[in-house]
């Protein structure tokens, strides 16, 4: 039997009738008979209890699949082009992997033969139309949707068609990884043999490969059974669209394999749903992690949410780049980096069974109630500083925008940068230790590259640096252009935030949201400080987490323990 997975929609909408058509077209046996199974026809879109029933077993029916072929749409010369491509570039990358794993070497070595492999694309004279026939092959529809992730993530063995072209899914693996491994090895750097063509292919390439990377580890974590909670699931989806905003959580549910369960009910309102499973994500880990990557919970929500849940759909097109790049997976995750210890010190203690103990819900799920310290309230907001993909390492011509001018903006708040810091030090050095986040920068700092863990406690500033605060304006213009640049690879912590300072001098980065009267507070069970609007004497909105100088490393808690903060609860709602 052979399962396809079309558009999700429901099955009168014309693009499905005529995607449908031409799959069904270019799917036949001529001299065999093929029994098809499609979602959008063999459910009846409009019976709620009929789609909570049989949204429960999609899991078993792709696992239990001989065979899943997903269906791209019709080709053309450019999907011809690039499914050749695909399969001739990833045969090569296979044999090289293969001669590793015979060989019983390093694989450092595999990943600079990969990279030399890639190089040796751009002096093909038809790598131009290689690159395109790659793009158009991975900006088709289905990459898009969330629930396709579950349909391929499952399968036994799979099947990619365009037209009439088709290849085995482990091409589409291989060849993100490829990429990635690529894409890591020479960042920073701009190659005379590469074209304006590659240039422009280099710049979309991070949104079109990495959802084939994701799905490759979400395989890989199934393989080894190493523990997949909601969180983790809901993370790596994100980017992805649902016609249904419930089904930013649904789709993912036959994936999960640990935590506190969610079962599918199309009866509930969005706002339930998505209040359920984020208090199932607080519950499995008894700490506040998962707020480290799922940036955008704010005060003025559409939907009506609870300001400490995150609005799953709107996450899709305004992820901000988490600031200490914890990805809400299990701590025993053999796959994640292996980092040296924490990259802050914890403005909290986030020790799971203690937090957990301290973490109320009250008035049905409505009000999320955690223990804190309140340090400072902010009174001087700067601008927000541009998304990384309109800074000018993304973009050209008079739409960029830059990181640089905005820097520029925020040291004017400074007003006495010679003086001297609320924790010690200057107000100078205090001003750029917060710009950077109190981390190195890749291009500014010798031997740092893409290749070190940004969650790693090595990428912190040492104790006393001789390149922060910059000595001269051409370090400072030097220092800025870095900050810029390593926005356009994923690790713009300073984008689409904004630089605070409060009433008693504290300078930090916030979400681009905070304002004046929001208070800095740090709560049990956080890495990173949060800012809170109050509502009313009793009540708060979160606003979302902060970089603020001087007490990333449990300053709060130990200055409680001496009495010089006290411990109070937040009604979050």
């Known amino acids: 039997m052979v399962y396809l997975p079309l558009q999700r929609g429901?099955?009168?909408?014309?693009l499905d009738r005529i995607n449908s058509y031409?799959?069904?077209?270019?799917?036949?046996?001529?001299?065999?008979?093929?029994?098809?199974?499609?979602?959008a026809l063999c459910?009846?879109?409009?019976?709620t209890a009929e789609r909570n029933n049989q949204v429960s077993q999609m899991a078993d029916i792709y696992s239990g699949s001989k065979e899943v072929f997903v269906w791209l749409g019709e080709g053309n010369e450019f999907t011809d082009r690039g499914m050749d491509f695909l399969g001739e570039i990833t045969a090569h990358a296979k044999s090289i992997e293969d001669k590793l794993l015979k060989e019983a070497r390093d694989r450092h070595q595999m990943y600079r033969e990969w990279t030399d492999l890639f190089h040796s694309v751009h002096a093909r004279h038809?790598?131009?139309?290689?690159?395109?026939g790659i793009a158009a092959v991975f900006r088709r529809d289905w990459w898009t949707r969330v629930w396709t992730v579950q349909e391929i993530t499952l399968a036994r063995a799979a099947k990619v068609q365009v037209g009439k072209k088709i290849l085995p899914w482990e091409c589409f693996e291989i060849f993100s990884n490829l990429y990635t491994v690529y894409t890591v090895h020479t960042s920073g750097q701009v190659r005379p043999e590469w074209s304006r063509e590659y240039l422009m292919f280099r710049y979309h390439a991070p949104k079109m490969f990495c959802k084939a990377d994701t799905i490759r580890v979400m395989r890989m974590k199934r393989l080894e059974n190493i523990e997949i909670p909601l969180s983790w699931m809901v993370q790596c989806t994100l980017g992805r669209f649902?016609?249904?905003?419930?089904?930013?959580i649904y789709a993912t549910l036959g994936l999960i394999n640990c935590g506190p369960r969610v079962s599918p009910d199309y009866s509930l309102s969005c706002n339930k749903v998505y209040t359920a499973a984020f208090r199932a994500m607080l519950e499995y880990f008894g700490d506040l992690r998962v707020y480290n990557y799922l940036q955008g919970s704010h005060p003025d929500s559409g939907k009506e949410l609870p300001s400490w849940v995150p609005d799953f759909m709107a996450l899709t097109t305004s992820r901000i780049a988490s600031m200490v790049y914890i990805d809400g997976s299990s701590p025993n995750d053999l796959i994640q980096s292996l980092a040296v210890g924490l990259l802050y010190g914890a403005a909290s203690v986030s020790y799971g069974k203690l937090i957990k103990s301290l973490m109320e819900f009250k008035e049905g799920d409505s009000i999320l109630v955690l223990k804190g310290i309140t340090v400072d309230r902010i009174s001087i907001v700067g601008k927000v500083a541009p998304d990384r993909h309109d800074t000018k390492h993304m973009r050209s011509g008079a739409d960029q925008n830059s990181l640089k001018d905005t820097i520029i903006e925020w040291r004017s708040l400074v007003c006495e940068s010679n003086g001297s810091y609320i924790t010690g030090g200057s107000c100078k050095e205090a001003f750029w230790r917060t710009i950077t986040l109190d981390s190195k920068v890749?291009?500014?700092?010798?031997g740092l590259t893409l290749q070190d863990n940004p969650r790693d406690r090595r990428r912190r500033l040492d104790r006393v640096d001789p390149r922060v605060p910059p000595q001269s304006l051409e370090s400072e213009n030097k220092l800025v252009e870095a900050l810029e640049e390593q926005a356009a690879w994923e690790e713009g912590f300073q984008c689409s935030r904004r630089f605070f300072m409060t009433k008693k001098g504290y300078m930090g980065i916030?979400?681009?949201?905070?304002?004046?009267?929001d208070i800095v507070c740090v709560l049990l069970g956080g890495e990173l400080p949060c800012v809170l609007?109050?509502?009313?004497?009793?009540?708060?909105?979160?606003?979302?987490?902060?970089?603020?100088?001087?007490?990333?490393?449990?300053?709060?808690?130990?200055?409680?323990?001496?009495?010089?903060?006290?411990?109070?609860d937040f009604a979050i709602a």
């Not at 459910?43 to 019976?47: C, G, H, K, L």
């Open 10 to 14: 429901l099955w009168g909408d014309p």
């Open 22 to 39: 031409w799959a069904l077209i270019n799917l036949r046996l001529p001299a065999k008979r093929r029994v098809l199974w499609v979602d």
């Open 43 to 47: 459910i009846n879109q409009a019976d």
């Open 126 to 132: 038809d790598s131009d139309e290689c690159f395109a």
């Open 242 to 248: 649902a016609t249904d905003p419930r089904d930013k």
């Open 442 to 446: 890749i291009k500014y700092h010798e």
């Open 510 to 517: 916030g979400p681009n949201r905070c304002s004046n009267g």
């Open 533 to 568: 609007r109050p509502v009313t004497n009793e009540r708060y909105k979160m606003v979302g987490q902060c970089y603020m100088h001087g007490i990333m490393d449990g300053e709060v808690i130990r200055g409680a323990i001496k009495g010089n903060f006290m411990y109070k």
